[in-house]
């Protein structure tokens, strides 16, 4: 089968990509608006950037619902911070309530039972069931297209971290049976990121002089 993009449909294409880019991890975006009301909302289209500076981004879409900005890209471009909070298999449950699109006033902590927790540089809290949380500051938004299908690429650069006990261990590695992550999948699917195996690394073929 083949398939030109240009001959779908924007909900049709998002089908084909969400189940074809698996698994995906998963930011949980804790925001503020200009008043300090908080918001909460998770992305998976969501990956690393760089190390230095350590930079992450997200992508909020449109809201199919009415065709209208998300409350986290509406809160970032006023505020510049963002918290992403990371989701393992005990905050999952959580974590889907607050995907439902709410009005702006709505408190996704309180309608999900989360403990929103002070973050130490930026205004947004952060989750305090959250085995990770990385702080953020605003680096730029970029703007791909608007309107259904579109989208915007929300980049941060880290500022504070934090690790679960446990999570971290000592040399900076993660101990990924005390994480416990989970990706996502398509539709309403997730996946279980417990079953893992190594390969070596190849030999480089660069040669020093």
């Known amino acids: 089968m083949e398939l030109n993009p240009k001959d779908l449909a924007p909900h049709d294409m998002y089908k084909l990509m969400t189940g074809s880019i698996v698994p995906r991890p998963i930011a949980w975006v804790s925001t503020v608006d200009a008043d300090g009301n908080p918001n909460l909302a998770p992305y998976s289209f969501f990956t690393a950037a760089c190390a230095n500076p350590p930079t992450v981004m997200f992508c909020p879409g449109y809201r199919y619902s009415d065709d209208g900005q998300k409350d986290s890209y509406n809160n970032v471009k006023a505020t510049e911070e963002f918290v992403v909070n990371f989701v393992n298999e005990?905050?999952?449950?959580?974590?889907?309530?607050?995907a439902v699109e709410a009005p702006p006033e709505v408190n996704e902590f309180e309608r999900a039972g989360l403990t929103p927790v002070e973050s130490t540089i930026v205004k947004p809290p952060r989750v305090g069931e959250s085995p990770i949380a990385f702080e953020c500051k605003l680096n730029q938004i970029v703007t791909i297209n608007e309107g259904i299908g579109?989208?915007?690429i929300v980049i941060g650069t880290i500022?504070?971290?934090?690790?679960?006990d446990?999570?971290?261990k000592e040399g900076n590695y993660i101990d990924i049976d005390a994480y416990n992550p989970i990706g996502r999948m398509m539709g309403g699917g997730y996946a279980h990121l417990n079953d893992f195996f190594t390969l070596d690394r190849p030999p480089s073929e660069v040669k020093s002089e």
């Open 90 to 98: 005990a905050t999952a449950e959580a974590m889907n309530i607050t």
């Open 150 to 152: 579109g989208g915007h």
């Open 159 to 164: 500022v504070y971290m934090h690790f679960a």
């Open 166 to 168: 446990g999570v971290y």
